[in-house]
């Protein structure tokens, strides 16, 4: 059975993660040794940094994508290594992204990572046979496992050991106890009472006489008997377990002796936990996520401050392969792990969980305690309180999200909004490269139940909206006055924008008069907002930029890429390809001008669950055209003869309903194929060897998404 409160103890756990991580990693280089954050910050209290939008983090990336392997290969069976390892070489795209490419050799990840597509399968792509003791111990086997101690409850031997196979594709031995005291960590906060009985517990699913093994024992004597004092703990960690006793970039082990140091000197207070963390130096933004969700599952909601969940605003970014996916609503992927879990352990899911999922579409119901879903306002002045409510509930939700507007008039307004779609504009750094697809398309449906508790004034007026990215102009549609004291339905269809996204979607707020005695005054509450239904759009390459490393609105993985006379242009070697669009998907056709220049592979990927596993249908080598599949080594589905030419450009289209696939140029159907493997996934365009070509107008013509439930 899992626990009562089990949903939110996963999202304090998640929520405290996050926090961890982004107050963290602004002292993480090398450069803010344990002297200069005590010299320049004092006693932490509050973030060191006031991050327009945090970047994606490894911390946070891996457990987000390495748990997919519980969607696409360990469905109906225990988990492997190898099923984690295809998960990295399915959603990382090589090089860039997702965790730290600092070399062969000298970066854990990047190593195991090509060993992986050396052919080398996990758990030998990370042990130390292969790459060493020193790489194999490094501080990766535990900052990646978080998720599997949430998935498992209570139950810290099989949080242990989906943690010790998960850190397996990377390290090995410390590593890989790690991996296991983490993870046990946090299974047992869902049940312990105190940090110190957390601790001791975990320490048993590690071996006794390891070295990790050590350093846990030594920073709980050493907390016996200087119980106030934790940065003498720091200094004796220094003296003894310092960096200088390890090789490597960051060794596992003094790192170790931090987390339980915070743990123990935290005294089970979430603050004081992840800012010891954070003081102590070494890899802080790795030390503190990991103490973070431990405290966070430990102390709950209620224990997590204010001033450090505000700025999350339920949302984080990620650097995967997926754009779509790469836009992470914190209780949205809480529920999907509370679902995970349920599967786990046999379970039939609560119905109200159940229908808290909705895979492809944006489901924000507002149910979880403190939850905004990454709702925002764009005039804090004149509506000055964004908060969740239990005030007023939308059918079966714990809450809302109060808005309070504070006089609003028809020349001052404000604008409440999602973010569906990001730009580097959004960010104070780069970190590790994310890149995104539009959650928000053209042609589909945005929906709002919204509650109106005015309390004086002229009637508050409500203008649905999105903002065009490339004119940055706020698109206004039709606008609606809500009835007072009932929900009201604001149902819109996302406009056509000529080529270009939408990276807000919303209501402005104002009311029709602007007298000082008749301004618009009260409290407007949304029970739900929903994303939903097909679309259709086009992808202008003059409204387009290189972000991130990436051609937007795509994630590329190999090639060069690059925009030039309204195309985009590509130069691969292998094979490479560009991924946009929706995971999930369903049916799609798209059209695009394709002008081979070298090689003998161009055209379009379609349903790629990642990188490894999808079709592709195209201009292929010897005067044919073909329909290929993917699930990690390429087979062909179908083949026909087209003598197409070098230098010429071509009209293809791609249609892919259910089962069927079909390629078209130039209006005429040349090849066709049936395989139901994949029934969703996202869209872009991939050559498979050696090639150079431009692409035109993207244009897609239509596309659905799966029925939104669980899959």
């Not at 970190?431 to 589909?444: D, E, I, L």
Request: aromatic content about 12%.
């Amino acid at each position: 059975m899992l626990p009562a409160n089990y949903l939110e103890r996963v999202y304090a756990g998640f929520l405290g993660m996050n926090i961890g991580i982004r107050l963290g990693a602004p002292v993480e280089p090398e450069v803010w040794t344990f002297e200069r954050i005590e010299r320049v910050y004092g006693d932490i209290r509050d973030y060191v940094k006031p991050y327009r939008t945090f970047s994606a983090d490894d911390d946070a990336n891996g457990p987000i994508f390495f748990i997919r392997a519980l969607y696409d290969d360990a469905v109906d069976r225990e988990l492997t290594a190898q099923d984690v390892a295809r998960a990295w070489l399915n959603y990382a795209r090589e090089g860039v992204g997702m965790f730290w490419w600092g070399g062969v050799g000298v970066s854990t990840e990047h190593t195991a990572y090509v060993n992986l597509r050396k052919g080398i399968e996990a758990p030998a792509s990370g042990s130390i046979a292969v790459n060493g003791e020193i790489l194999a111990e490094q501080i990766g086997g535990q900052i990646f496992v978080d998720v599997w101690g949430l998935l498992w409850p209570g139950n810290m031997e099989k949080a242990a050991l989906y943690a010790e196979r998960a850190a397996s594709v990377s390290h090995d031995r410390n590593g890989l106890y790690g991996a296991r005291f983490i993870a046990a960590c946090i299974a047992k906060a869902f049940e312990a009472d105190s940090v110190d009985e957390v601790v001791e517990a975990a320490l048993g699913m590690i071996p006794a006489d390891s070295l990790y093994a050590q350093v846990v024992r030594a920073v709980m004597d050493f907390h016996d008997r200087h119980p106030h004092d934790w940065r003498a703990c720091r200094r004796f960690l220094e003296t003894e377990w310092g960096y200088d006793k390890y090789g490597g970039v960051c060794h596992i082990i003094p790192n170790a002796g931090v987390c339980v140091l915070a743990l123990l000197y935290g005294g089970g207070d979430f603050a004081r936990t992840v800012e010891i963390a954070t003081m102590c130096g070494w890899d802080t933004d790795c030390n503190a996520g990991n103490v973070g969700t431990i405290a966070g599952v430990l102390c709950g909601l209620a224990g997590i401050p204010g001033h450090y969940r505000k700025p999350i605003n339920d949302c984080i970014v990620a650097s995967s392969v997926s754009g779509y996916l790469n836009i992470v609503d914190l209780p949205t992927f809480c529920k999907e792990l509370a679902l995970l879990s349920c599967r786990l352990h046999g379970l039939e899911p609560p119905r109200k969980l159940a229908n808290g999922v909705r895979f492809g579409e944006l489901y924000f119901d507002f149910d979880l305690p403190g939850s905004t879903h990454g709702i925002r306002t764009s005039n804090p002045f004149k509506t000055p309180v964004i908060r969740h409510s239990r005030r007023v509930r939308y059918g079966e939700s714990g809450g809302s999200l109060e808005i309070v507007f504070d006089r609003i008039t028809n020349v001052e307004s404000s604008k409440i909004c999602y973010k569906p779609y990001y730009r580097r504009e959004d960010f104070n750094d780069e970190k590790y490269k994310p890149t995104f697809a539009p959650q928000v398309y053209s042609g589909q449906t945005v929906e709002f139940k919204l509650w109106l508790d005015q309390w004086e004034g002229a009637p508050l007026r409500i203008t649905p909206y999105v903002r065009d990215t490339y004119t940055k102009e706020d698109v206004l549609l039709e606008a609606v006055e809500l009835v007072r004291g009932e929900w009201n339905t604001l149902s819109f269809v996302v406009p056509p924008l000529a080529g270009s996204f939408a990276d807000e979607v919303g209501f402005m707020i104002d009311s029709p008069t602007s007298t000082a005695a008749s301004r618009a005054f009260g409290a407007l509450y949304i029970g739900r907002m929903r994303v939903y239904g097909g679309g259709g759009y086009a992808i202008d390459w003059r409204k387009q930029a290189v972000e991130f490393t990436s051609v937007t609105p795509m994630a590329q993985h190999r090639g060069e890429w690059s925009l030039k006379d309204g195309a985009l242009h590509y130069a691969v070697e292998g094979n490479a390809a560009a991924f946009t669009g929706n995971y999930y998907a369903r049916d799609v056709e798209a059209e695009a001008e394709f002008t081979p220049l070298s090689g003998e592979s161009h055209g379009f990927v379609a349903r790629a669950l990642g990188i490894e596993r999808c079709y592709w249908l195209g201009l292929a080598e010897e005067g044919t055209v073909s329909i290929r599949k993917n699930d990690f080594g390429w087979t062909e589905l179908a083949s026909a003869s087209f003598p197409w030419e070098h230098g010429r450009t071509y009209a293809l289209k791609m249609i892919v309903r259910g089962a069927s696939l079909k390629l078209y140029v130039d209006d005429k159907l040349v090849v066709e194929a049936e395989d139901a493997q994949y029934a969703h996934g996202m869209y872009g365009v991939a050559s498979l060897r050696d090639a150079a070509g431009s692409v035109g107008e993207f244009r897609v013509i239509s596309f659905t998404v799966q029925d939104g439930m669980e899959r």
